[in-house]
């Protein structure tokens, strides 16, 4: 034999008898050669390993290696040393540490592959029973076994330990029962299982909770043909809260994440990432330019991140970080941060890059905000004789003055960037940060600390931190520094006059008392003593609550912890209550308001002061006050009601006295109708006075703003009175400057109500001579004219003394003149507060037996009169023209009348047939209503108060029912006469409103609107 054939034969023999398994496999082609019966025993069986192994390049290779690279790492060293994973033949793995060399094989080369360690010892096989009760009994998932409906035949006991249930309270119920209601709802619609697919979903736990739950499907077919779903269940409660707030953390921070697989040359962004790209990420792509340009980046910032890509595994940095900005579909414009660290192999080769995408724009944004109010407040850094600074939202300097190197010791240039925070005193390093928080969060603060200067010595200074804010967002903080060394010592010399402090205390009304941060009492001045019915001695050193026993305003007393002083002694903040309960010592209570105000010592929280006062008198004045103002409220509604009253009887007495004046009377009868007429109009005139007046001393008369002509309206006012004057033998004069204004803008009707006083007044007092009115504009500007109307008279004139008694109300100058003259005393009065409502004043300049001039002074607003003004004026001055009479002009027009009270019906009714108007009544506004139904009216006047219906009701039912063609005008005719009656009507649908006492004029003017078409058209059987 020679050597060479021995060598082999004992080589043979080594390999066959060696205890230490032996294995043979080819690289790079990955085939397995053969194994000895020590390797056969590891893996279970003596057989060719390839027949149950995969390829050998993948059990051998690390991850991110290659075959060729491990081939090229075993030429380069002798033995390399690794664990491995083999396939057992019972089915599990084997772990195996083996030593790897490279050997010569029949002309090639070939891994010999040697057992060093064989791993654990595997315990012995159970038996299939065995293996089923440890399953059972040991896992922790739930394993069930239902049909295919979803019905619960088998369930392991783990389910009582996850969900609480026994398994009999599952067996023979449908799995959707357990599910949440989405859930189930979704198992009903869709497939309840799939094998193919996972799913996560909420499950009841038999105490009520949600349990989330990933189940598995397996489909298993009976010899009776019969099919069963196997499910397997695992409690993932835990992992979905984590995804969930991962997924939040990356949602509020603006974070994605990538990941580059450098082999499969592939791409992969998280939703996240493309979500803020506006979704021009792919979820996966190709790592190439094609990427790169879908993107529409900065040809620098495109060209590097292609460079990047290029290079693959072949990138030098194992860290890179770009940051570019880009243009979104949306249009709108953002900053991204990208970075990534590259994943290496054992050979130190890059195999995969992890990386993240951050959204930075907000930060951007503001740096750049602060850089332009940093630009914009410039000078208030350069030349304010104060240290003045910028910080960022960390702390760290950004600009300063000169200054601060006065202060501190150190340049500008050698504090930009440091922290602000390390050239405070290590002992006020916590109180330093709190405040600058606080700037941060939008507080401003003011504060002491001590710095320490460069050269080592402390300083003492005032710090204000102030938010610097940019479009409302707050992007940084300001700081002023003040030196306060010398202050404080003044400081000190200062605290030692507590004396005079003490005095101050002693003076004051108010109850004042300190309290430290235990809530002890420190001091307590004698104001607050008595308030409380305590001594000095008993209040010094105890607790606040034996002292301020502060209670709900039920009564009830507050627990310690929710007492509002007890909060702000706490805290250290301030507190205001303008209205709690305290209770004395004796046990008897009072309003009181109180603030609580802390006591801070060079910037810690020392306790607080409280201050307080006695508030009970002040409450029963404000509730007498309320009872006053509710009394005035009684009073307003009570004339509103008696002038109704009062007003439906005067209708009659004025109506019918003025259609019997209209008959065919002998002299003393037609006096007696003349006397009821006068009569009546004074008492009508002083009720009008009287709800004027309670209407204004309510604040309740409201100013209208309408155009007219102010030479018109005095014109007017003085026809009115030239009867009377020309009985009297007196003069009546308009005297109009030429500057004044053709047309103002006011309330025309409180204006003529003042004249027609006046210069009622004025004829009344004047038994010869003249009254004039006078109208002088003072004051012009572009919109508005300062007026003087000025009324004088030659009569009886008023002593000087007797001048201040004019304008109050129900005042008479002499119990002979209210005898000789009459009236009120209301008129003046009410043309004072009528002239003080339109912001004017009002005075009077008098001589007895010489006369007296009224003057009101007022600023209107005025328009200069247009063509169309002016044709509406001559319009207006046709229409003044004698008309026909009326019975020939209102002949054929049909009313009805619908009034509750009789002679109500019959004075409106004679006077529309004297009118030539036919006329129907109705005694309520039923009635009135079932009349419509049976014919049809031009015309229907509505009282408003009523019986079964009233006019208001009527009138939206007659809207309703009534065709639009039949719909006639409705005129409201009530004694009540405020505006918000006349809103009310309105709002009713009606198209006119009388007052009662009702008179012909009246009725004529509603009449005349009826056939002109102003209240929408011609009365259906009108002659016009």
Known sequence: ????????????????????????????????????????????????????????????????????????????????????????????????????????????????ITAVEAG??????????????????????????????????????SVTEILGYTESEMLGRNRREFYHAEEASDMANSRMFDPENSFVRRVRHKDGRFIWMETYFKIITLQSGNRRILTFGRDVTALKKYEEMLAAVHRIAKIGAWEWDIAANRITFSEDARRMYGYLLPSVAPAGDELIDSLGLDPLVSFDFKHFLRL???????????????????????????QCEAKVNHYGDIYQYIGIIRDVTEQRELQQKLLDSEQRYKSLFEHNPQTVYS???????????????????????????????????????????????????????SFDITLRHKNGYEIQVNITNIPIIVDREIVGVYGIAMDITDHRRYLDQIEKLSYNYTLILNAVSEGIMGLDRQGRSTFINPAAAAMLGLSPA??????????????????????????????????????????????????????????????????????????????????????????????????????????????????????MADLLAGTELDEEQQSYADTIIQSGESLLRLLNEILDFSKIEAGKMSLEKERFSLASLASDVLELFRPVASEKQLNLELKLSERLPDLFVGDAGRIRQVLVNLVGNAVKFTDRGSVS????????????????????????????DKQNLLFQSFSQLHPALNRKYGGTGLGLAISRKLVELMDGTIGVESTPGEGSVFRVMISLAYEQQTATAIKQAAEFEEALKPQPACSARFSGIHALVADDNQVNRMLLTALLRKMGCSADTAANGQEAVEKLDQQSYDIVFMDLQMPV????????????????????????????VRQSDRDKCSDAGMKDFISKPVFASEVTRVLGNLVSGVYGGSPADGSS
């Open 1 to 112: 034999m020679t050597s060479s054939a021995m060598n082999s034969e004992l080589a043979a023999l080594a390999y066959d008898g060696s205890p230490l398994g032996i294995a043979f496999a080819v690289l790079p082609e990955g085939t397995w050669l053969g194994m000895n019966a020590a390797f056969g025993r590891l893996l279970g069986t003596a057989s060719n390993p390839a027949q149950q192994q995969e390829a050998p390049g993948l059990v051998l290779t690390e991850p991110g290696e290659t075959p060729e690279q491990l081939g090229e790492l075993l030429r380069n060293h002798p033995y390399i040393y690794r664990r491995i994973r083999l396939k057992h033949a019972e089915g599990y793995s084997v772990q195996l540490r083996v030593s790897l060399n490279e050997v010569a094989f029949g002309g090639g080369r070939a891994v010999m």
């Open 120 to 157: 654990q010892v595997l315990p012995e096989r159970l038996n299939d029973e065995d293996l089923y009760d440890l399953i059972v009994n040991s896992t922790q998932d739930i394993v069930s076994c239902s049909t295919p409906e979803g019905t619960i035949l088998y369930i392991t006991p």
């Open 312 to 338: 693959g595994a072949h990138n030098k940095d194992k860290h890179k970080l770009w940051e570019y900005k880009m243009k979104l579909p949306d249009g709108s414009l953002k900053y991204f941060q990208v």
């Open 391 to 445: 910080m960022n939202m960390s702390g760290q300097f950004l600009t300063a003055n000169a200054k601060i190197e006065q202060l501190t010791g150190y340049s500008v240039k050698e504090l930009v960037g440091m922290d602000w925070h390390s050239l405070v005193s290590a002992g006020f390093a916590d109180k330093a940060k709190l405040y600058f928080k606080l700037a941060c969060q939008g507080v401003p603060q």
């Open 538 to 655: 008993e209040a010094l050193g105890g607790s606040y609550l034996d002292i301020i026993d502060q209670t709900r305003s039920d009564g009830t007393p507050y627990p310690l912890e929710e007492a509002p002083i007890y909060q702000a002694l706490t805290e250290g903040r301030h507190y205001r209550n303008k209205e709690a309960v305290l209770w004395r010592k004796d046990g008897t209570s009072f309003l009181a308001e109180f603030r609580v105000t802390p006591i801070s010592d060079n910037g810690v929280n020392r306790g607080v002061v409280i201050v307080f006062q006695d508030i009970t008198n002040e409450k029963e004045i404000i509730r007498a006050k309320e009872s006053a103002e509710e009394a005035d409220r009684a009073k307003s509604e009570f004339l509103a009601i008696m002038s109704h009253e009062l007003r439906t009887p005067m209708n009659g007495i004025l109506g």
């Open 773 to 800: 009115l006078c109208l002088n504009p003072l004051a012009i500007d572009d919109h508005s004219c300062m007026l003087e109307l000025a009324v004088h008279d030659t009569g009886i004139g008023i002593p000087l």
């Open 949 to 976: 219906m009233d006019g208001l009701e009527a009138s939206r039912t007659i809207h309703a029912r009534i065709p639009a063609e039949r719909q006639p005008a409705i005129v409201a005719v009530t004694a009540f």
